[in-house]
């Protein structure tokens, strides 16, 4: 319940700033949320939504190519955050300071990372590994350097190896800290608040399922025995279950090559910074988050965390799970403690 709330009241807030008359005065404090890989699928929509946010003051985006466009493009938009753009070289817009990640993260609240190359027809979040686990290594390397006090959200896959890539990093820097550093697993429990609510014929705003695990195939374990008044028969549980561990690859197929899910997962994002910058702010937040976790004996989990304006304040009990779900769980451990492992061995071998 607690997620779709707060969803509920993002999509509230974001609907009353976007007016061409007015700029939003809801935050009290400051807060900067840096956005790596802002010129992307993801990064783009993220960014619009981070600007309409009343809760993003100052908005900072980076990638290797194109954000000097983004800020430029996004700067005319009547909200009163400030933006700025900026490339690996020293170009930037507004065209002052150094640009460059030094500028995009010192002072950030909030990192968030959808930087790196999106899957095609036929590929595992796993091949992405290769080329998006350098560019997690180097990015959270400049988080470490630049904002090691901001809270920093992975997005980009594979999760459960993106992860703990970042801890490892910050690890090695002496700038780990657990309750910071956060795998992005919203789009796994907006996926299954939509599907069980079209199957209950419902609004989806109110139903909230949790999801456990991790962010990757059988990994995604959403808990539909949870669910008030869902009622399934074997066969509609087993296809419901399925289709939200594989609703990632519904969207690759669709695309056809051109990418993964990108809309959807900005507004996912986009309401887990929001939700983080609340809990700075005093609110108690419970989201599903992938973090470094002793519920199993999986080091990381995703599972329902209570956030506070420290990060992590309360990894909340798993509590029991169906006959049907123990079945899922204990097919997917093996797998999440390999791809996990496989993030750590890369940083440390
Ligand atoms: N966690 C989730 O639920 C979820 C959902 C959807 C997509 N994803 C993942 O998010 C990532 C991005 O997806 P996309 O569709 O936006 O891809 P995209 O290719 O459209 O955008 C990625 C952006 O990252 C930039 N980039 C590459 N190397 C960089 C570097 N070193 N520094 C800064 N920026 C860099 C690229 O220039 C590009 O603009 C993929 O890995 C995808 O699998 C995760
Ligand atoms: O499926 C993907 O590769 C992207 C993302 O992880 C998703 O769940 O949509």
Same mark, same amino acid.
């Given at each position: 319940?607690?997620?779709?709330?707060?969803?509920?009241?993002?999509?509230?807030?974001?609907?009353?700033?976007?007016?061409?008359?007015?700029?939003?005065?809801?935050?009290?404090?400051?807060?900067?949320?840096?956005?790596?890989?802002?010129?992307?699928?993801?990064?783009?929509?993220?960014?619009?939504?981070?600007?309409?946010?009343?809760?993003?003051?100052?908005?900072?985006?980076?990638?290797?190519?194109?954000?000097?466009?983004?800020?430029?493009?996004?700067?005319?938009?009547?909200?009163?955050?400030?933006?700025?753009?900026?490339?690996?070289?020293?170009?930037?817009?507004?065209?002052?300071?150094?640009?460059?990640?030094?500028?995009?993260?010192?002072?950030?609240?909030?990192?968030?990372?959808?930087?790196?190359?999106?899957?095609?027809?036929?590929?595992?979040?796993?091949?992405?590994?290769?080329?998006?686990?350098?560019?997690?290594?180097?990015?959270?390397?400049?988080?470490?350097?630049?904002?090691?006090?901001?809270?920093?959200?992975?997005?980009?896959?594979?999760?459960?190896?993106?992860?703990?890539?970042?801890?490892?990093?910050?690890?090695?820097?002496?700038?780990?800290?657990?309750?910071?550093?956060?795998?992005?697993?919203?789009?796994?429990?907006?996926?299954?608040?939509?599907?069980?609510?079209?199957?209950?014929?419902?609004?989806?705003?109110?139903?909230?399922?949790? !999801? /456990?695990?991790?962010? %990757? @195939?059988?990994?995604?374990?959403? #808990?539909?025995?949870?669910?008030? +008044?869902?009622? &399934? =028969?074997?066969?509609?549980?087993?296809?419901?279950?399925?289709?939200?561990?594989?609703?990632?690859?519904? !969207? /690759?197929?669709?695309? %056809? @090559?051109?990418?993964?899910?990108? #809309?959807?997962?900005?507004?996912? +994002?986009?309401? &887990? =910074?929001?939700?983080?910058?609340?809990?700075?702010?005093?609110?108690?937040?419970?989201?599903?988050?992938? !973090?470094?976790?002793?519920?199993?004996?999986?080091?990381?989990?995703?599972?329902?965390?209570?956030?506070?304006?420290?990060?992590?304040?309360?990894?909340?009990?798993?509590?029991?799970?169906?006959?049907?779900?123990?079945?899922?769980?204990?097919?997917?451990?093996?797998?999440?403690?390999?791809?996990?492992?496989?993030?750590?061995?890369?940083?440390?071998?």
């Amino acid at each position: 319940m607690i997620m779709n709330r707060l969803a509920t009241k993002a999509i509230s807030a974001v609907a009353r700033t976007p007016s061409s008359r007015g700029f939003s005065t809801t935050s009290a404090v400051d807060a900067k949320v840096a956005v790596l890989g802002a010129a992307g699928g993801i990064g783009q929509p993220l960014s619009l939504l981070c600007k309409l946010s009343p809760e993003v003051t100052e908005l900072s985006c980076y990638d290797i190519v194109g954000t000097p466009g983004v800020a430029a493009d996004l700067s005319h938009i009547p909200t009163k955050s400030s933006i700025t753009g900026s490339l690996p070289s020293p170009v930037s817009w507004p065209p002052r300071g150094n640009g460059g990640l030094a500028e995009t993260l010192t002072g950030a609240d909030v990192v968030v990372i959808p930087a790196g190359v999106p899957r095609k027809p036929g590929m595992t979040r796993d091949d992405l590994f290769n080329t998006n686990a350098g560019i997690v290594k180097t990015l959270v390397e400049g988080c470490a350097e630049y904002c090691p006090d901001a809270m920093i959200a992975i997005i980009s896959n594979p999760v459960n190896s993106t992860v703990p890539i970042a801890a490892e990093v910050l690890k090695k820097a002496g700038k780990y800290n657990p309750n910071k550093v956060f795998g992005v697993t919203t789009l796994d429990v907006c996926r299954a608040n939509t599907f069980v609510a079209n199957h209950m014929g419902v609004d989806p705003k109110d139903v909230d399922v949790t !999801v /456990v695990g991790g962010h %990757a @195939g059988i990994t995604i374990l959403p #808990l539909f025995s949870r669910v008030n +008044g869902a009622k &399934f =028969t074997d066969e509609e549980l087993e296809k419901i279950t399925v289709r939200t561990q594989f609703g990632g690859d519904e !969207v /690759v197929a669709a695309k %056809a @090559g051109a990418g993964s899910a990108t #809309l959807s997962m900005a507004y996912a +994002g986009y309401i &887990f =910074t929001e939700n983080l910058l609340k809990a700075i702010r005093g609110e108690d937040i419970v989201q599903c988050a992938f !973090v470094e976790s002793n519920l199993t004996d999986a080091p990381y989990f995703a599972s329902p965390v209570k956030f506070g304006k420290d990060g992590v304040k309360e990894i909340l009990p798993l509590g029991e799970l169906s006959a049907y779900e123990k079945k899922w769980f204990d097919k997917m451990m093996p797998e999440l403690k390999n791809q996990i492992k496989k993030g750590v061995d890369f940083v440390n071998n």
